[in-house]
């Protein structure tokens, strides 16, 4: 049976950051945000697998239905 692993492309290191209330911080590297065309506020989805890794994505917008014309 085939693998269904994507092949990962290493992009670097980042460091956490903490932010406010105990949080943390990660900055995406750019040319991943350009690949995405992400622009500063846009939003991102976050989401942990069965093995505790954190997989990041932009988040999908619901189509606007208030241009009827």
Known sequence: MPST???L???GDRKLMPMGNGGLV???PRIWARF???EVGDMV???MDSNGELRIHPKEL????NNEG
């Open 26 to 28: 990660v900055t995406v």
């Open 9 to 11: 492309i290493p992009i």
């Open 36 to 38: 995405h065309q992400l």
């Open 45 to 47: 989805e976050l989401e």
């Open 62 to 65: 619901p189509e606007d239905t």
């Open 5 to 7: 692993k994507q092949k």
